[in-house]
């Protein structure tokens, strides 16, 4: 009797995981492709472990490296998901060609990317543009995205990458606020935090030892999960929130926020434009990745 693909196969989660961990060879490196923890790709692995009653990984204090049965698999998992891929890809390619589809965190697309979408559908009419906005790394094999712009420590893994500009960080705060406060220091303000999108996404105690402020960190008054609604307390004259120049700078010039003092970190992390390995020769997106990184490059911060 067969015996049913459903029942045989393990968690396709944990399949993904273990590819990915497999080809990088780094639990690390895998977690960060993943947008997960490295705890998380441990427990993942160690499941498939129990489930084929086989070790599937030498481990090593800083480095992982297959088993023959783990290489196998790996190798198995790696051909199959690339063929998944690319048949998707065939398919949707001939339903509609000249539809692209560009993938970033909501505060990405909505404070820098909304604002200059029109140059492009201007320069190119005929192509249609989907939007996908998510705090979460896109996984460029499986996600219907064509192009990312991706939050992180360069190099990164899971596609080609392009083209990358850093940022620089300093507070900002509603032009309203600061009068008001003009007479406190910035550890008697109240602070505004997020949750952080990625590991290198900076917080306010980064901030302060960056830049050497005496005394411990003040705590975060008003904490948001995510990042643009921290930005829009900040408009609302709650307080002093974070902002990333290249974020920020369209409401900057607008006078909805203002900068407030002169000090500044150096972010570790950069934005990056990447494209999935077998769809970065498309015409459309080679017009589209070459239009965002020559417009990236023109407001990057010195």
Same mark, same amino acid.
């Given at each position: 009797?067969?015996?049913?693909?459903?029942?045989?196969?393990?968690?396709?989660?944990?399949?993904?995981?273990?590819?990915?961990?497999? *080809?990088?060879?780094?639990?690390?490196?895998?977690?960060?492709?993943?947008? =997960?923890?490295?705890?998380? =790709?441990?427990?993942?692995?160690?499941?498939?472990?129990?489930?084929?009653?086989? @070790?599937?990984?030498?481990?090593?204090?800083?480095?992982?490296?297959?088993? @023959?049965?783990?290489?196998?698999?790996? @190798?198995?998992?790696?051909?199959?998901?690339?063929?998944?891929?690319?048949?998707?890809?065939?398919?949707?390619?001939?339903?509609?060609?000249?539809?692209?589809?560009?993938?970033?965190?909501?505060?990405?697309?909505?404070? &820098?990317?909304?604002?200059?979408?029109?140059?492009?559908?201007?320069?190119?009419?005929?192509?249609?543009?989907?939007?996908?906005?998510?705090?979460?790394?896109?996984?460029?094999?499986?996600?219907?995205?064509?192009?990312?712009?991706?939050?992180?420590?360069?190099?990164?893994?899971?596609? *080609?990458?392009?083209?990358?500009?850093?940022?620089?960080?300093?507070?900002?705060?509603?032009?309203?606020?600061?009068?008001?406060?003009?007479?406190?220091?910035?550890?008697?303000?109240?602070?505004? $935090?997020?949750?952080?999108?990625?590991?290198? &996404?900076?917080? &306010?105690?980064? &901030?302060?030892?960056?830049?050497?402020?005496?005394?411990?960190?003040?705590?975060?008054?008003?904490?948001?999960?995510?990042?643009?609604?921290?930005?829009?307390?900040?408009?609302?004259? @709650? $307080?002093?929130?974070?902002?990333?120049?290249?974020?920020?700078?369209?409401?900057? *010039?607008?006078?909805?926020?203002?900068?407030?003092?002169?000090?500044?970190?150096?972010?570790?992390?950069?934005?990056?434009?990447?494209?999935?390995?077998? *769809?970065?020769?498309?015409?459309?997106?080679?017009?589209?990745?070459?239009?965002?990184?020559?417009?990236?490059?023109? =407001?990057?911060?010195?």
């Amino acid at each position: 009797m067969k015996v049913s693909f459903k029942r045989n196969v393990p968690s396709i989660s944990a399949l993904v995981t273990f590819e990915a961990a497999s *080809r990088l060879r780094s639990f690390t490196a895998a977690a960060r492709e993943l947008g =997960v923890s490295q705890a998380a =790709v441990s427990r993942q692995v160690r499941l498939l472990e129990t489930d084929f009653g086989v @070790q599937l990984f030498h481990r090593a204090h800083r480095a992982v490296e297959p088993t @023959q049965a783990g290489a196998r698999l790996g @190798q198995t998992l790696s051909t199959a998901f690339d063929t998944i891929s690319q048949d998707i890809d065939a398919i949707r390619s001939p339903r509609d060609g000249n539809t692209l589809s560009v993938g970033g965190s909501l505060a990405f697309t909505q404070f &820098w990317l909304m604002s200059r979408l029109p140059e492009f559908r201007e320069r190119y009419p005929g192509i249609r543009i989907r939007v996908v906005s998510q705090d979460e790394p896109f996984d460029l094999r499986t996600d219907e995205v064509d192009v990312m712009v991706r939050f992180g420590v360069p190099p990164l893994t899971g596609g *080609r990458s392009v083209s990358s500009v850093g940022d620089m960080v300093f507070p900002v705060c509603a032009p309203g606020f600061i009068r008001a406060e003009e007479t406190r220091g910035l550890h008697d303000l109240p602070l505004i $935090g997020s949750d952080a999108p990625d590991p290198t &996404w900076m917080q &306010w105690g980064q &901030w302060f030892r960056h830049v050497g402020l005496d005394g411990p960190p003040p705590g975060v008054a008003l904490h948001c999960n995510h990042y643009t609604d921290a930005i829009l307390a900040a408009m609302a004259g @709650q $307080g002093v929130a974070l902002g990333w120049e290249l974020l920020v700078a369209d409401l900057l *010039r607008s006078g909805k926020l203002v900068r407030l003092g002169e000090l500044a970190v150096s972010s570790p992390a950069y934005y990056t434009i990447m494209l999935p390995e077998h *769809r970065d020769s498309h015409p459309v997106v080679h017009d589209f990745a070459h239009w965002l990184a020559g417009r990236l490059d023109a =407001v990057s911060p010195p």
